[in-house]
């Protein structure tokens, strides 16, 4: 059992745990438990139809060096900057672990969350649990990535997944980006969560930075 494992010795990160998807829930146990860092990014079985760039990131966060993401975002933002923990994952398997020992506190955090096949629906649902269980409330910053093979039903839900989360985030005045390059995508950049970053969103303009301690 994960949970039986002590790993706070392993704080400095001599070895990664490297993935993402299912492996969400990894993250969120060795963070919420231990403080341990991990990185959210490609897993050798997508290494063969990965971009350039998504294992430039890997190799650069597996080796310690700096990395920041500069990019143009094709959905309307939220302006803002913000510094934060950068904490999340797959969405569907941040609702699995809610209430869990593996649950994260969200507050004061930067929440980063992408997902794979889901219906709008089931994302809307989602999203409004979430803030529900107050975990959108008391957030530094939202970074959206990848929503992929997103599905309707015959009548259509008659929004976006960037229609459904400003909705729901209306109230709160952080800032939030979307089309962050990560997640079931062959552009899947590497994050480390666990650690502290700045963003800062400008229109369409977003700048990711992680800062030094």
Known sequence: M???VDFSRFNTNPKWLVGFSDITILHAHLYSNYNVQSIHGQMPVNIPDASAKSLESLR?????????????????NRDGEA????IGGNLSLLIAVSGS?????Y?????????????LYAIDRMIRSLD???????????????FTEIKDNDI???????????????????????????GHVPDNRSLILGRKIKM??????????????
């Open 2 to 4: 994960i949970d039986k």
């Open 60 to 76: 650069k966060a597996l080796f310690g060096e700096e990395i920041s993401y500069k990019y143009h975002s094709l959905e309307t």
């Open 83 to 86: 510094e934060g923990i950068l």
């Open 101 to 105: 020992i593996s649950d994260m506190d």
């Open 107 to 119: 507050a004061g955090k930067i929440l980063f969350i992408e997902d794979v096949g889901e219906y």
């Open 132 to 146: 529900r269980a107050g975990k959108l409330k008391n957030l530094a910053g939202l970074v959206v990535g990848g």
């Open 156 to 182: 259509p839900f008659g929004q976006t997944v960037a229609q459904i989360i400003m909705d729901v985030v209306a109230e709160y005045g952080y800032p939030v980006c979307f089309d962050f390059p990560t």
């Open 200 to 213: 800062i969103v400008a229109g369409e303009k977003v700048e990711i930075s992680y800062l030094r301690y």
